[in-house]
């Protein structure tokens, strides 16, 4: 009983999908209905083999409505650089969510998962940045600084660009590529501080183990994402800065509390504002979001199987009718 | 940076993998790994979509050594058979243990799972089964139970083969099939009990929720293999038996707590061994075995996610300089 299967490459994705309004709407669209109920979601799964460097993590899950529900797996093997390979990898595969059965492979090598948490942090910009962002900072400069930043400026069109990273060489290149396809001025701060007190809308993006961000530099009209932490022991930010701000939002509140920026917080001991919000209870208006240009905001992203799901099951909508890829019959 | 990416069909896995000593081996070497040490195997990951009636489960293992490791996903809509189609299916997917990246996809409906099930059965009946089996028999009438047949035919080649389900028609097309394949004398029989009690070697194939194999039906020269229960809940052996066997095996502890036999003995409050040996124990001599003919002894299979990398592994390496499948460059 074979049926089709659409195998499609990185190459291929990246001839058809890219960060546009359209992959935003797609992805406020899957926390909208993370906060709607029925989603079903289980906790990441993750397999660490510290004898070759190497971490993989499995992300799935199920959306009321949704034709398909992907399986995402996420490898990264931090050796890869001395043999000139990312470190980073992976594929997202497709199941139909009436039967089971695979509906497309996408052999994406991570660029999917790099949209989709892209497209999360243009979510979050749209609705906690305050209106008018005249400057933009990006802490980190690796693929994601560079997709955050061109998510944002979507929904947020600031003009001046910071850019602050442990290699000065490394953000100066970032900043180059950014102010040519952004075409906003656009500079390397030395230090992290200068970035977070001169902009209104600032993204982290690193794997920061110590906090960079500290709580001393927030001020008045600023959000801040933190996209970063994704694992017990990273943390981006101070924190005290998530108990100085006005409003705390996570991606999912119980993937925060063990991988996110709130972990840290909880674990300071200094965690005292309950249950926060979750970004979807935002978008559905469930919750309250930013509530003057002087607030200070911050969203923590940890990253949700619903993204995968959301991103996956419009990238097959989207090919299904048309030749990209290979069609195999399994 | 594209690589090479083997997509394996079903159809084309059938041509080249079957269940036979080799493939028995090659699980039999899992097992020992997993006893050995520094493998890495996290819980299962369950999805339990019930407004469809549908679940997905996805296992992996990292065992050091191996050039790769998989992640399978094993999707089961149990609404299919209304639309002609198999409720299990799935992929596997081998990535390799130095950078990461996917080697292979197979695409195989569950057809390795399959295998390396029922090889799994064949490497119980090979440690646990009494030398010499007259009179084998299978309860339960799918796929799998022709299967765990042929592979325990392999190990221990008994004349008598005696098969009970709980649908009369299903249990005569399952024996017509068993005969003629393994040409030994094969008989439907209405009640498990003569089944049990006839038989030096038992194996249970289904998804009973309340027991079908009953502690009094044990006798000497018995060996239980139970590889239906995968889930809380699912239950084929009375907890009374695995206090009455003189050996109880687990394929993993920590999974056959939670979703095989040994999760209704502990349920029940009867459970009163302590820790059981695992099968890979027996294997490496770490833990013993069948001691006399006169012994009564149960294997509770749940499967594990080393089966999975090592089957798929296996497979890899057969095909890795063949023509079988389609490469895609990724």
């Known amino acids: 009983?074979?049926?089709?299967?659409?195998?499609?490459?990185?190459?291929?994705?990246?001839?058809?999908?890219?960060?546009?309004?359209?992959?935003?709407?797609?992805?406020?669209?899957?926390?909208?209905?993370?906060?709607?109920?029925?989603?079903?979601?289980?906790?990441?799964?993750?397999?660490?083999?510290?004898?070759?460097?190497?971490?993989?993590?499995?992300?799935?899950?199920?959306?009321?409505?949704?034709?398909?529900?992907?399986?995402?797996?996420?490898?990264?093997?931090?050796?890869?650089?001395?043999?000139?390979?990312?470190?980073?990898?992976?594929?997202?595969?497709?199941?139909?969510?009436?039967?089971?059965?695979?509906?497309?492979?996408?052999?994406?090598?991570?660029?999917?998962?790099?949209?989709?948490?892209?497209?999360?942090?243009?979510?979050?910009?749209?609705?906690?940045?305050?209106?008018?962002?005249?400057?933009?900072?990006?802490?980190?400069?690796?693929?994601?600084?560079?997709?955050?930043?061109?998510?944002?400026?979507?929904?947020?069109?600031?003009?001046?660009?910071?850019?602050?990273?442990r290699d000065a060489a490394h953000a100066q290149a970032c900043a180059d590529d950014l102010a040519r396809d952004l075409k906003c001025e656009t500079r390397v701060v030395e230090h992290p501080g200068d970035l977070v007190m001169a902009s209104q809308l600032v993204v982290t993006t690193t794997p920061a183990r110590d906090p960079i961000v500290k709580a001393r530099w927030l001020h008045p009209e600023l959000h801040i994402t933190a996209m970063g932490s994704d694992q017990d022991g990273k943390n981006e930010i101070e924190p005290e800065a998530l108990i100085k701000a006005d409003l705390y939002v996570a991606d999912r509140v119980a993937q925060a509390e063990k991988l996110g920026e709130l972990r840290s917080a909880m674990a300071a001991g200094i965690w005292d504002k309950g249950t926060p919000p979750e970004l979807g209870q935002v978008i559905t208006g469930r919750s309250r979001g930013r509530r003057s240009d002087a607030e200070i905001t911050i969203a923590d992203l940890t990253g949700t199987g619903v993204q995968d799901t959301a991103i996956a099951t419009h990238v097959f909508e989207r090919l299904k009718n048309g030749t990209t890829g290979t069609v195999i019959s399994a």
């Open 1 to 165: 009983m074979a049926h089709d299967i659409r195998v499609v490459t990185e190459a291929e994705l990246r001839g058809v999908v890219t960060l546009n309004k359209e992959i935003i709407r797609v992805i406020e669209k899957a926390f909208s209905a993370l906060s709607d109920g029925g989603v079903i979601m289980p906790p990441v799964m993750s397999m660490e083999m510290a004898d070759v460097n190497g971490e993989v993590d499995v992300k799935t899950a199920y959306i009321p409505g949704f034709d398909g529900f992907a399986i995402k797996v996420s490898p990264g093997f931090f050796d890869n650089p001395k043999l000139g390979l990312p470190s980073l990898n992976g594929l997202m595969v497709l199941f139909s969510a009436t039967t089971g059965m695979v509906q497309a492979v996408f052999l994406d090598n991570g660029y999917l998962t790099d949209l989709r948490t892209a497209a999360a942090g243009a979510v979050a910009a749209h609705h906690f940045a305050p209106d008018v962002v005249h400057t933009a900072g990006v802490i980190g400069t690796g693929v994601q600084a560079r997709l955050q930043m061109k998510a944002a400026h979507i929904v947020r069109p600031f003009q001046r660009l910071l850019v602050w990273g």
